[in-house]
């Protein structure tokens, strides 16, 4: 087994390799194999994965990559994900890749999509719609529709029929790397010195660019580590982190929170690889209509999933109790419609509760955090000074 800081290490380097070498490799390794990019939020990389298909999450270029063709394409009023990401593409980073799949985030990525369509990025691309109805009958029908739409994509490149044995077994595959997450931030939700959430961050996000069969291997290595009593506990708050599921902070701004006096205990930065609850069912004769009502009725809640009938100001103020979080910091990408939007709602929904909160705004790009960090610690040493009081800090 490695060292817990070798598998931090090598996870940093996959995390951040914006030429996505693994994805090279391994399509090298296998002539017969589909390279699939995918934007976040979420998207059930089970049905590539079954399909002789390597999904390989794009979250664009941070503060590592310099926009320059990229602001040609879209105006300066919208969030800077959708530049970088047309910047990585028309610079190359992703020439290996065969297919993308957008996921129905907000028409800033339905227009992204048209974009690579239109500049004939890829064998094929696809927006991916899910269900706004979560009637299994209705929206899981849907949902499976859809999931078919990619399956044909995929085997028009290869040929594979996809069979129910195949879904199932990469089901297995994914609700056990799940499962390996989820222990992970148990984990930190007792002992949260034990890993800081950078070093989270770094071990999930490199899950995300290399075949689920690796990443397992070393959530495994890493549960191992953390179980151990390692690191020194500090005089921090608990808190959670919402609505930076889409736009990633740069990775100096996630450190920056936890410096200014927080233990981040829930977060929604990888949320693509913790959307579904639980498991979903492996033994099954319609793997899709099983992947179809986890999503309906498992899934996590996000400011991109309309679902009327399940406020989602309660859901977030269920993970704030069970995390046993002192507050929440909204962390809303610049011009990010569906979490600013959101916003208000949550607010006035956590001053009734008394939950308190902060909130900011970032851009993936941002590498000065001396406002911010001063923010959080603010308020911080407010929940330590004055713990009885429900306070807000703007």
Same mark, same amino acid.
């Given at each position: 087994?490695?060292?817990?800081?070798?598998?931090?290490?090598?996870?940093?380097?996959?995390?951040?390799?914006?030429?996505?070498?693994?994805?090279?490799?391994? %399509?090298?390794?296998?002539?017969?194999?589909?390279?699939?990019?995918?934007?976040? #939020?979420?998207?059930?990389?089970?049905? @590539?994965?079954?399909?002789?298909?390597?999904?390989?999450?794009?979250?664009?270029?941070?503060?590592?990559?310099?926009?320059?063709?990229?602001?040609?394409?879209? $105006?300066?009023?919208?969030?800077? #994900?959708?530049?970088?990401?047309?910047? @990585?593409? @028309?610079?190359?980073?992703?020439?290996?890749?065969?297919?993308?799949?957008?996921?129905?985030?907000?028409?800033?990525?339905?227009?992204?999509?048209?974009?690579?369509?239109?500049?004939?990025?890829?064998?094929?691309?696809?927006?991916?719609?899910?269900?706004?109805?979560?009637?299994?009958?209705?929206?899981?029908?849907?949902?499976?529709?859809?999931?078919?739409?990619? @399956?044909?994509? =995929?085997?028009?490149?290869?040929?594979?029929?996809?069979?129910?044995?195949?879904?199932?077994?990469?089901?297995?595959?994914?609700?056990?790397?799940?499962?390996?997450?989820?222990?992970?931030?148990?984990?930190?939700?007792?002992?949260?010195?034990?890993?800081?959430? +950078?070093?989270?961050?770094?071990? /999930?996000?490199?899950?995300?660019?290399?075949?689920?069969?690796?990443?397992?291997?070393?959530?495994?290595?890493?549960?191992?580590?953390?179980?151990?009593? #390692?690191?020194?506990?500090?005089?921090?708050? %608990?808190?959670?982190?919402?609505?930076?599921?889409?736009?990633?902070?740069?990775?100096?701004?996630?450190?920056?929170?936890?410096?200014?006096?927080?233990? =981040?205990? +829930?977060?929604?930065?990888?949320?693509?690889?913790?959307?579904?609850?639980?498991?979903?069912?492996?033994?099954?004769?319609?793997?899709?209509?099983?992947?179809?009502?986890?999503?309906?009725?498992?899934?996590?809640?996000?400011?991109?999933?309309?679902?009327?009938?399940?406020?989602?100001?309660?859901?977030?103020?269920?993970? =704030?109790?069970?995390?046993?979080?002192?507050?929440? /910091?909204?962390?809303?990408?610049?011009?990010? +419609?569906?979490?600013?939007?959101?916003?208000?709602?949550?607010?006035?929904?956590?001053?009734?509760?008394?939950?308190?909160?902060?909130?900011?705004?970032?851009?993936?790009?941002?590498? $000065?955090?001396? =406002? #911010? %960090?001063?923010?959080?610690?603010?308020?911080?040493?407010?929940?330590?000074?004055?713990?009885?009081?429900?306070?807000?800090?703007?």
């Amino acid at each position: 087994m490695k060292e817990l800081n070798e598998l931090i290490i090598e996870c940093k380097e996959l995390a951040f390799d914006l030429n996505f070498s693994r994805a090279k490799e391994w %399509k090298k390794n296998n002539p017969a194999g589909v390279v699939v990019g995918y934007m976040p #939020i979420y998207f059930p990389r089970e049905i @590539l994965h079954a399909a002789g298909a390597l999904p390989v999450g794009i979250f664009g270029g941070g503060d590592r990559k310099q926009i320059i063709k990229g602001d040609a394409y879209y $105006q300066s009023y919208i969030c800077h #994900i959708p530049r970088s990401i047309i910047e @990585l593409a @028309l610079d190359k980073h992703t020439e290996h890749f065969d297919g993308y799949i957008f996921p129905s985030i907000c028409d800033v990525i339905r227009n992204l999509s048209g974009t690579f369509k239109q500049q004939k990025i890829g064998k094929f691309v696809k927006y991916m719609d899910f269900p706004q109805n979560f009637l299994p009958e209705i929206g899981g029908v849907f949902y499976q529709q859809e999931m078919q739409h990619v @399956l044909e994509y =995929v085997k028009s490149i290869n040929g594979k029929e996809v069979t129910s044995d195949d879904l199932n077994h990469s089901i297995e595959l994914y609700n056990k790397n799940r499962k390996l997450i989820d222990f992970i931030y148990e984990i930190r939700q007792e002992y949260p010195w034990r890993l800081g959430i +950078d070093d989270v961050y770094h071990i /999930i996000r490199a899950g995300t660019v290399i075949p689920v069969e690796e990443h397992n291997e070393i959530l495994e290595q890493v549960c191992a580590h953390i179980q151990n009593d #390692i690191g020194e506990p500090q005089d921090k708050i %608990k808190v959670v982190i919402s609505g930076a599921f889409c736009e990633q902070p740069a990775i100096g701004l996630i450190r920056a929170i936890e410096e200014a006096g927080c233990y =981040v205990v +829930d977060d929604d930065y990888m949320l693509g690889s913790r959307m579904i609850l639980g498991d979903i069912d492996s033994n099954t004769e319609n793997p899709l209509e099983a992947i179809a009502n986890s999503y309906i009725k498992q899934s996590q809640y996000s400011s991109s999933i309309y679902d009327v009938h399940n406020p989602k100001e309660n859901r977030l103020a269920n993970i =704030v109790n069970m995390r046993g979080a002192d507050g929440v /910091i909204f962390a809303s990408a610049s011009f990010c +419609d569906p979490s600013l939007l959101d916003a208000p709602i949550f607010q006035n929904a956590f001053d009734r509760m008394g939950i308190r909160y902060i909130a900011f705004q970032f851009s993936e790009n941002i590498n $000065q955090f001396k =406002v #911010i %960090k001063e923010q959080v610690g603010a308020f911080s040493d407010s929940i330590k000074l004055w713990e009885d009081e429900p306070v807000t800090v703007e």
